[in-house]
């Protein structure tokens, strides 16, 4: 890669690109400038918007590394996103994901970005090298204004089972103080790979999730542990207990209170073995009925716990979306949740019953 030389920076200027990214004045001012110091994306801020072919040639010139390894979401000449993945080989054991992050981190482009998505850098190696891409970029004064942060953003073709973001919670914390929005997406290996949400505290996020086929007792402490006091939608993924999903609906007492994220209107409980025991809870639960959506797709739940929640619908007041997909239900249990619920009913593609077994839809 060879972005031009930036010994020239305005961190004020810079600064109000981030503050108000979509008034176009900070931008014109930052173009000034960098174009009376000879850098070419002043030049580049220009056109982004008045000519989009000039502005495609001047980014063709830019040495950017290619689409294998990075892509980008342009917004008035900088980037609004950044996805990094080293989809040319994942199995390269010499590949450098910290060497890949910093130049980007470190240039002008990157000065107002708004999200950062993490694919697979080596698959071996990815519990160690997304730490320490999500610490890198904590050197970066973008950092503190990220809105956004996707770790573990990979292709249905990868199996979480085989995918692990490493021990997160505490660099994230401390990389990305003011986050409105974080989804990572990992699984778990005791002797392979580590997932970690530990040291969460993110006084403005509004949105997390947390997909895995490995909730255990552990990690889903660490997570009711998080300092989240703006959190409005919160979706967890259980997993199976075979892979150490071990936890159980009585671990969730202080998530359905309502006292754990006051701000919680939105509240997934996805891909669980446990779903039975996860709507029962939820049905005697405080928490029902200030929730305005509540997802119970992808995992085991069975006609009776169906007829609980249709029973008890008047508990949930305030509720505009119920979720059911991809469960074990029948017509017949469906029938008078629809009668409840209608159109707020979403209640797609039953999984079906054989020899009495039931999965999650994610397990491995």
């Known amino acids: 890669m060879s972005l031009p030389d930036q010994p020239a920076r305005n961190a004020a200027l810079e600064a109000a690109i981030r503050a108000n990214r979509d008034d176009p004045a900070p931008y014109m001012v930052y173009a000034d400038f960098l174009q009376s ?176 086929n490995v909730m255990s007792t552990a990690r889903l402490e660490a997570l009711l542990a998080a300092e989240l006091p703006k959190l409005e939608r919160l979706e967890l993924w259980f997993g199976a207990e075979e892979y150490g999903a071990d936890c159980s609906a009585d671990d969730l007492e202080s998530l359905l209170s309502g006292e754990l994220f006051p701000k919680l209107r939105h509240l997934g409980l996805r891909n669980a073995e446990i779903a039975d025991d996860i709507a029962r809870a939820i049905v005697e639960a405080p928490i029902a009925k200030r929730l305005e959506s509540l997802d119970l797709s992808m995992g085991t739940l069975t006609d009776d716990a169906a007829r609980e929640l249709a029973t008890h619908a008047n508990r949930f007041e305030k509720l505009k979306r119920l979720s059911v997909d991809d469960n074990f239900l029948t017509a017949a249990s469906l029938e008078p949740l629809r009668a409840r619920w209608g159109d707020r009913l979403h209640s797609e593609e039953q999984k079906e019953l054989e020899d009495d077994y039931r999965y999650v839809s994610v397990s491995e």
């Open 37 to 212: 110091h000879g850098n070419p994306i002043g030049e580049l801020l220009v056109y982004a918007e008045r000519d989009p072919k000039r502005a495609a040639e001047i980014i063709a010139k830019l040495g950017l590394p290619p689409e294998d390894q990075a892509t980008f979401g342009w917004r008035r000449g900088l980037w609004q996103w950044l996805r990094l993945e080293n989809a040319r080989d994942w199995m390269d054991d010499a590949f450098d994901a910290v060497g890949l992050a910093r130049p980007l981190f470190s240039s002008i482009p990157c000065c107002a970005l708004e999200e950062l998505r993490i694919g697979v850098l080596r698959w071996m190696h990815n519990y160690q090298d997304v730490p320490a891409v999500l610490a890198e970029a904590g050197n970066h004064a973008w950092a503190r204004d990220l809105q956004r942060l996707h770790v573990g953003d990979v292709s249905e073709d990868v199996d979480i089972g085989m995918h692990f973001v490493g021990d997160v919670g505490a660099t994230i914390t401390a990389a990305f103080p003011n986050l409105r929005s974080l989804r990572l997406h990992s699984g778990e290996d005791e002797d392979e790979g580590e997932f970690g949400v530990a040291g969460l505290a993110l006084p403005e996020l509004r949105e997390l999730a947390i997909e895995t």
